[in-house]
Each structure stands twice: as structure tokens, then as C-alpha cells.
């Protein structure tokens, strides 16, 4: 988009600098060559024999300086319009961050340079990046909506661009974009340089600390999708172990009893100001390795919602729901207070320019593993 831009800004120059170095010309040939116009002359002779009133040189002159502060104005009109488009997506399309939540609604121009600041940084931050990953799954976790849950099937087509039926809001489907996009900038990184594996690895354990299995399965994907040394793969296959071999359903129960163990917290303090400070660090749900927060693969939940969805009568699968649903509502006790808006953009703008023709094999990793039950 940038290389489009500066290609329509060369054009303006060039055409600026042909002007000014015919203007002193004694003739003037037209783009197809048919007319010349010469200064001493009244008419402009045609090959074909036709006469045509010649203009003098200062109404030419006038003429193209007119055509070109039109040209001028409309590339500047054409640039602010590319410049907008080149920081904003669809929400429907894609994930949107802070920064493009606000310009949607306030039009401020300082945020666009805001965003553009953002995507001359870069992402080599491991615990800031482990954090506004974790962030970001917990926001897209929390918008998932009943009716979503309930009319899931796994059959939904994977593309939300041409997923024009469906009136319910598709937050699952963004989620599995999200990581699809997480996986396929892994893998660009590491095929561009090698040595950005042990980032993406070193990411893989901060985000363990937070319980963000979602990130780290996505980040897992991508890292396979290139070749590896035989050192790399003894790293990935024990993680790949550890990923398969998780108890969900315990992390599950863990998380709920850590929840209700909080609110309580929260009831107690009103009642008791002399342990105010304690109940006060209790209750601070900011992103900490302390207070981790509990994010599964996007996958499993999927299996389940499938599962469920797919024998509507019959008990086990009813009880699987109930948990299921209870699980996104304990989700929406959870509150962060970790916010770094401009590393947010950048990861989401890496993720959506990142190239989308890159194969991530998905089908074979956590397949047949549930969450609760």
C-alpha cells in the first residue's frame, strides 16, 4: 500500500518537473504527437491537413498548471484516504484494537499517527508480548455470545467474508482467524530468519506462566511449519507433549474455585477493614504469573460445543453445555488491568498484513480432547 502511495507521489513530481522544463519551450508535442505548437505560429498544423487556432504559450501554460494543482489535490485527497485504509479493517474481517475502536468513533487524527508510530516498533518485547496476547484472547473470549454457542455445528464455513447468512455474531469464528494469523506470522518470522525461533519459544514459556494455551497452540503451529534442527524439535515435541497432555478439566475447576474463592473475598472486605489490604491483593486481577487466567486452545471448546450440539438429547452431552456456558460466564468475572494499545496494534496489524497463502496444518493437533468432560 505504501509502495502504491509513493508511486502516485513520484508521478505528481515527475509530471511537476516536466512542466517546468517545457514552459520555456519553444514547442509543445502532445501525447499522440499530432499537434505542434510553435510559438511564431497562429495555428497548429494537424497530419492530416486540419487547421486548429493555436492558443498562445500563457494560456497553455495556465492550462497545465490548472490540470496539475487538480492532480495535486486529488493525490493528496487519494494519500489521506490510503493512509485511513492502510490502518483500518472490517471488524468483521478481523480482530480490531484499541486504537481502531477510537478512531472509529472520535475521527482523531493523532491516532492514526498513534498507529503509525506503533508499526515502526516491533513485537521483540516476551513478557509485554505475552501479556497484550493474553489480553487479547481474554477480550475476544469474553464477547462470545449464547447464541453463538448454540448454533455452532463446526460446519459454519471458516471464511467470515462470505459468512453472509448467518445473522449471530461470529467471535468463534474470529478467534480461530486470530490464531490462524498468530500461526502464520510465526512461521513468516522464522522463515525470513531462523534465529526468531527461540523468540517464539521463549514466548511460548512467558505465556505458560499466564495459562495462555490459546496463543501457545497457534504459536506452536506456526513454529512447525518450518524445518527445524534436530535441538529446535526436542524443544517443540516436549512442549507438544506437555500442550496434549494438560488436565482441563482440573485447570477447569481450579479456575472456578479461585473465581468463587475471590468474590467471597470481595463480600468479606466490606465487612472487614482490618484486612483490607490483604483482601485488597487478593483481588487484583491484573496480569500477573501469580494470578494466572485460564485459556484453552480454542479447539477444545470447539469439540465440545460440537458435541453438544450434535445430541441434544442426550444427558452427558446437556451436562457438557451447562458447563460450557458456565465456563464463558465465569469469564466474564475476569478483569485485567494490563493495556499497551500501541503493542496491541502492532501485533494485530503483523497478524492481518501477514501473508494468508501460508499452510498451517491444524487438523492433527489437540483432536479428540475436550475440556470438561
Known amino acids: 500500500m505504501f509502495n502504491k502511495i509513493n508511486n502516485l507521489i513520484k ?43 493555436n492558443k498562445n504559450k500563457d494560456s497553455i501554460i495556465e492550462d497545465n498548471h490548472s490540470k496539475l494543482s487538480k492532480s495535486q ?5 487519494q494519500f489521506k484516504e490510503n493512509i485511513t485504509d ?37 513485537i521483540f518485547s516476551i513478557k509485554k508480548s505475552a501479556r497484550i496476547l493474553t489480553v487479547m484472547d481474554i477480550k475476544i473470549f469474553k464477547k462470545v455470545e449464547p447464541m453463538e454457542l448454540i448454533e455452532y455445528n463446526g460446519y459454519v464455513k471458516d471464511d467470515i467474508k462470505n459468512d453472509t447468512k448467518n445473522d449471530t455474531k461470529n467471535n468463534l ?19 525470513k530468519d531462523k534465529n526468531q525461533f527461540n523468540f517464539f519459544y521463549m514466548l511460548i514459556k512467558q505465556l505458560k506462566k499466564y495459562k495462555n494455551y490459546n496463543s ?9 511449519s518450518n524445518k ?5 524439535l526436542r524443544k517443540i515435541n516436549k512442549i507438544t507433549k506437555e500442550l496434549q497432555n494438560i488436565n482441563y478439566i482440573e485447570y477447569y475447576k481450579e479456575r472456578n474455585k479461585n473465581d468463587r474463592n475471590n468474590r467471597n473475598d470481595n463480600k468479606n472486605s466490606k465487612n472487614d477493614n482490618v484486612n483490607k489490604n490483604h483482601n485488597d491483593n487478593k483481588n487484583d486481577n491484573s496480569l500477573t504469573t501469580n494470578n494466572y487466567i485460564f485459556i484453552p486452545p480454542i479447539e477444545i471448546i470447539l469439540n465440545d460445543i ?5 445430541n441434544e438429547n442426550n444427558k452427558i452431552a446437556s451436562k457438557r453445555f451447562y458447563f460450557l456456558v458456565e465456563f464463558f460466564i465465569q469469564l466474564q468475572h475476569q478483569e485485567f488491568k494490563y493495556k499497551n494499545n500501541k503493542l496491541e496494534f502492532l501485533w494485530l496489524y503483523q497478524m492481518y498484513n501477514t501473508d494468508a497463502n501460508i499452510n498451517i496444518d491444524d487438523k492433527k493437533e489437540i483432536k479428540d480432547l475436550y475440556l470438561l468432560l
Open 173 to 191: 469464528l474470529l478467534i480461530k482467524l486470530k490464531n490462524k494469523k498468530l500461526s502464520q506470522l510465526t512461521s513468516s518470522f522464522i522463515k
Open 73 to 77: 489535490a486529488h493525490l493528496k485527497k
Open 86 to 122: 492502510y490502518f483500518l479493517w472490517n471488524e468483521n474481517e478481523f480482530i480490531l484494537s484499541e486504537y481502531q475502536i477510537k478512531f472509529k468513533e472520535k475521527k482523531d487524527k493523532k491516532i492514526i499517527k498513534k498507529m503509525k508510530e506503533a508499526i515502526e516498533g516491533d
Open 306 to 310: 460440537i458435541a453438544s450440539n450434535r
Open 216 to 224: 501457545i497452540n497457534s504459536i506452536l503451529l506456526g513454529i512447525k
Open 11 to 53: 508521478d505528481a513530481v515527475n509530471e511537476l518537473e516536466d512542466f517546468n522544463n517545457n514552459k520555456d519551450n519553444d514547442s509543445i508535442i502532445d501525447d499522440n504527437d499530432h499537434y505542434k505548437c510553435n510559438k511564431d505560429k497562429d495555428v497548429i498544423v494537424e497530419d492530416n491537413d486540419h487547421y486548429k487556432c
Open 228 to 232: 527445524l534442527n534436530n535441538t529446535q
